[in-house]
């Protein structure tokens, strides 16, 4: 079993920064890819960005804006979020897939003012 708990959302406004945390615990070994996921209510949840097998990628939408990282030492995935722009507003979930098993949080809310 994998736990993943997020944290670093918040309230922004227009043009600001935040940086989200995801923690993860427990049989975190062969993990096959990382990513953060954001949803709207009555939209699919949508993949923002992720790093598989070294690799990172990014929605179009948001390619230049935001960055994900890892720290392994610290097991803990980060996603940097710049000009953030009102649109970016979605609960954020952190995704991990530990032997091709998918695991999630319990989300954090980002919320961009105009």
């Known amino acids: 079993q994998v736990q993943l708990v997020e944290s670093g959302g918040g309230l922004v406004q227009s043009g600001g920064s935040l940086r989200l945390s995801c923690a993860a615990s427990?049989?975190?070994?062969?993990?096959?890819?990382v990513a953060w996921f954001r949803q709207t209510p009555g939209t699919q949840r949508e993949l923002v960005a992720h790093?598989?097998?070294?690799?990172?990628d990014y929605a179009d939408s948001v390619k230049g804006r935001f960055t994900i990282s890892s720290d392994n030492a610290k097991n803990t995935v980060y996603l940097q979020m710049n000009s953030l722009k009102p649109e970016d507003t979605a609960v954020y979930y952190c995704?991990?897939?530990?032997?091709?098993?998918?695991?999630w949080g319990q989300g954090t809310q980002v919320t961009v003012s105009s």
């Open positions: 790093i598989t097998n070294g690799n990172t």
């Open positions: 427990g049989s975190i070994f062969d993990i096959n890819r």
């Open positions: 995704n991990c897939v530990v032997r091709y098993v998918s695991y």
